[in-house]
């Protein structure tokens, strides 16, 4: 009984770390989709980079169904619906000169 007590009090440890790295990592892309959508610029910003970035998110979307499902998934979402939009931007503004 005390060995699945410290094996859930440890996953749920991890899930508040994995939290907190998502939620540091994700609160900067609001500023940076608003700032491509005003500006309309996006020299400096790398696709390859914002590729590489959504598909770790979707790993980790994929392992949150596949092996522990909970509350965190939901900012693997939130995270990869905010670097897609900046994504998708950078596509629509990439023949813009400046």
């Known amino acids: 009984m005390l ?3 410290m094996q859930s009090f440890q996953l749920k440890s991890m899930s508040i770390f994995e939290a907190g790295m998502l939620i540091c990592f994700g609160a900067s892309w609001p ?3 608003l700032k491509t959508y005003r500006t309309k610029a996006v020299k400096g910003k790398s ?5 590489l970035i959504i598909i770790g998110y979707l790993f980790g979307i ?3 169904i596949i ?3 909970d509350f965190v998934f939901w900012l ?3 995270n990869l619906l905010l ?7 950078c596509l629509k503004y990439r023949n813009r000169q400046e």
């Open 47 to 51: 696709r390859l980079f914002l590729s």
């Open 67 to 69: 092996n522990s499902m």
């Open 31 to 33: 500023f940076a989709v």
């Open 76 to 78: 693997y979402v939130i």
């Open 62 to 64: 994929i392992n949150k």
């Open 3 to 5: 060995d699945f007590l």
């Open 83 to 89: 670097v897609s939009s900046d994504f998708v931007l």
